[in-house]
């Protein structure tokens, strides 16, 4: 595990991380792409669990660092932030006095119990087969009245809002994914996972953002696609369509196509 306290980190840790593979390039673009799409609703909801002065907060899986330098202004001098990643090599907190950066793989690396009054993950536990494990120490990683707030990828917007090529290719693209333990439908079955643990005032939304070709969201989708096949995971798409053919879809902005589904859950640690 290496430890730095707001300063960009660099190394990787042993264990296999997928979308490290491919166009290296691209990593850093797919991470922004990430930031850019989905930062404004990760920030309101933070906002409504009301993080401010004072607060201890853990984020997981930083990437890049965005929502962890917005933590970091939150909270303030008198909290703090512990930002982890399996990769910290792309996360970028330097002056951040309140940010402490842990690299680690939360699969067999502990975190600390009873600490955080917010813990935080977005798009980190559907790629990882021992989610649930995972689930348990986030968990308990937080105090009394401490908010557990995760944000997770669901396929229900695709095929049900949007249909042909578009929906095709992004179905037929989980399917291999899926095979190597990722879960496409595990932001449905957080609420319960999170209710079963003790939680309270457990509440979940569901979105499913339509969004113009090229932009930050299909961005991210293409990348991610691309790196795939970087890594020799084959995919059918069906009928007559072809991956080039949607590539060109993603990246026209005359087109308005499903981005990301996600699911945010969020509950409460009793306060006794």
């Known amino acids: ?16 991380y997928f979308f490290n593979g491919g166009n290296l390039k691209e990593i850093p673009r797919r991470l922004v792409a990430l930031e850019e799409g989905y930062d404004p609703g990760t920030v309101s909801r933070l906002e409504g669990l009301g ?20 933590l970091s202004r939150r909270v303030g001098t008198n909290g703090e932030v512990l930002a982890v990643d399996l990769d ?33 993950t977005r798009f980190v536990l559907g790629h990882i087969p021992e989610r649930v494990d995972i ?19 669901d396929s229900f917007g695709w095929g049900v809002f949007d249909s042909g090529l578009h929906a095709d290719v992004v179905l037929a693209c989980l399917a ?8 496409p439908r595990f932001g449905r079955e957080m609420p319960a996972l999170m209710r079963d643990r003790g939680l309270v005032d457990v509440s979940a939304v569901a979105e499913a953002p339509i969004v113009a070709g090229g932009s930050p969201g299909l961005e991210w989708l293409r990348i991610t696609f691309d790196q795939m096949m970087n890594h020799g995971l084959a995919f059918d798409v069906p009928g007559n369509g072809s ?19 996600i699911v945010a859950a969020r509950g409460q640690r009793p306060i006794s």
Not at 89 to 103: C, F, H, K, P, T
Not at 243 to 261: I, K, N, S
Request: charged share 25%; hydrophobic share 40%; glycine share 12%.
């Open 1 to 16: 595990m290496e430890v730095r306290k707001g300063s960009h980190v660099s190394g990787v840790l042993e264990g296999e």
């Open 51 to 70: 993080v401010s002065q004072g607060w201890g907060c853990l984020e997981v899986g930083a990437g890049a660092g965005s929502i962890t330098r917005w």
């Open 88 to 120: 910290t090599s792309y996360l970028d907190v330097s002056g951040a006095d309140n940010v402490e950066i842990r690299q680690l793989d939360l699969r067999t690396d502990s975190l600390p119990d009873g600490r955080f009054d917010l813990v935080h």
């Open 135 to 153: 689930l348990d120490s986030l968990v308990a990683a937080l105090r009394p009245g401490g908010w557990l707030l995760l944000e997770e990828l």
């Open 176 to 183: 291999p994914l899926e095979r190597q333990g990722f879960a």
């Open 243 to 261: 991956y080039a053919e949607w590539r060109r879809l993603a990246d026209d902005p005359e087109q308005l196509l499903v981005g990301v589904p």
